[in-house]
């Protein structure tokens, strides 16, 4: 738990952020400037045809300012979290830093004195003792909590409302994300949002991914939200920007990735436990950190938009199902053990790129000879013709 100095009010958060300041910091995250050739926030579409829209913002959402080494300004994003003391936010683990300041609804036109919901200045934070925000899997854990001190005799709960903490029940979710990127790529200095977007599984992490362009530095923290509710300033939040590299892809400036692939940690049990000691002023040590199970991810839409047919069967004998998978260019492939082999989804090449293989039409699985234990496979052609291809395992084909 990392305290606020005494002396840091909001009266002196106030004096210390002047409009100077609050235009000239600088971001934590990597994502820190445009790609060669890429435009700001969201003027540019993602590979997806999905991008951030500049919104007014929303007042249960708005920015962390922190000096915490160096300015840093609006460095992340936070969202106002129900909480008994009505003064609770949640933001990124990595967002963390001494004298911080939380502004709902920020109005970058306006002085902090000015900003039309008031701000606050952080009292405690609360975070993961194991977290981390690299590549390790302890970045599940990218995730804290802030308690913040009254302005004047108004917690900020009473005056913004606040949003309800949700477990999250899958990877695969619609969702509206929020953040605040940094004016060096977002000249407007305007809430971003990319409402109505699906989220798949980061493989390999307990974490969810979003395709969705414009999401630079600065959104760290954002709220992922299943729903709204019907004032539109609060609802229910279900992950936060945050997690592997704090939330971004392992690429270069100059990859168009780089700002259009944002990552949140899944919100479990451990997420709960430090909500819980939050509420009571505590930040015990949970221990090492067991990963919860993951599913299993394939691949990309990049790489299963090309495949033309598929079909399931117990093509090695085990007792399970397997898959056979006909590719646009004749390739034809056998993932056998799925479920078991983790990320190793190199499948066994049964047949080789060709043309033949490009007219199958459709194709079928089953046990259609009685004298054997593992799945054949039919085929139709373009032509009409039906072929049936009997003994269909790894390293054989019929």
């Not at 029940?169 to 060096?184: D, H, L």
């Not at 409402?195 to 600065?218: H, K, N, R």
């Not at 093509?315 to 799925?338: C, N, P, R």
Request: hydrophobic share 35%; charged share 20%.
């Amino acid at each position: 738990m990392l305290a606020a100095d005494d002396d840091w009010t909001v009266e002196a958060a106030i004096r210390f952020w002047t409009p100077e300041r609050m235009d000239s910091a600088t971001d934590p995250s990597g994502r820190t400037a445009p790609p060669d050739g890429l435009t700001a926030a969201a003027q540019r579409p993602s590979a997806s045809g999905i991008a951030a829209q500049h919104f007014k913002g929303i007042k249960s959402v708005g920015t962390i300012f922190n000096k915490d080494k160096e300015l840093k300004g609006h460095r992340c994003t936070a969202s106002v979290v129900r909480s008994g003391g009505h003064n609770l936010i949640l933001t990124a683990g990595h967002c963390v830093g001494s004298n911080s300041m939380f502004v709902p609804m920020y109005d970058h036109t306006k002085t902090a004195a000015a900003q039309p919901h008031g701000v606050r200045a952080v009292d405690k934070w609360f975070r993961d003792k194991r977290a981390t925000w690299d590549k390790a899997k302890t970045s599940d854990l990218d995730y804290a909590f802030a308690s913040l001190k009254p302005n004047g005799r108004e917690n900020v709960q009473d005056v913004v409302g606040a949003n309800t903490l949700a477990r999250t029940s899958g990877y695969a979710n619609k969702m509206t994300v929020i953040g605040y990127p940094k004016i060096a790529h977002n000249p407007p200095d305007q809430a971003v949002r990319c409402p109505d977007i699906s989220t798949t599984a980061l493989s390999g992490y307990y974490q969810m991914q979003i395709f969705c362009a414009g999401m630079w530095g600065g959104v760290s923290g954002g709220p992922f939200f299943s729903e709204l509710d019907s004032s539109g300033d609060t609802g229910t939040i279900i992950g936060n920007v945050g997690g592997f590299l704090q939330g971004g892809p392992d690429a270069g400036e100059s990859d168009p990735r780089y700002n259009e692939i944002t990552y949140s940690p899944l919100h479990g049990d451990r997420f709960f436990r430090l909500n819980a000691d939050a509420q009571q002023g505590r930040n015990p040590d949970d221990g090492p950190y067991e990963q919860p199970s993951l599913p299993y991810t394939m691949g990309s839409g990049a790489t299963w938009k090309h495949a033309s047919l598929m079909a399931s069967g117990d093509f090695d004998g085990k007792g399970h199902s397997d898959m056979a998978v006909v590719w646009s260019d004749g390739e034809v492939t056998l993932y056998g053990d799925i479920g078991t082999k983790g990320r190793d989804w190199a499948g066994t090449q049964m047949i080789k790129s060709n043309d033949l293989w490009k007219d199958a039409t459709q194709i079928a699985a089953g046990r259609f000879n009685a004298s054997q234990h593992v799945t054949d496979l039919i085929v139709r052609w373009v032509d009409g013709e039906v072929t049936l291809y009997t003994n269909v395992s790894e390293g054989t084909f019929g």
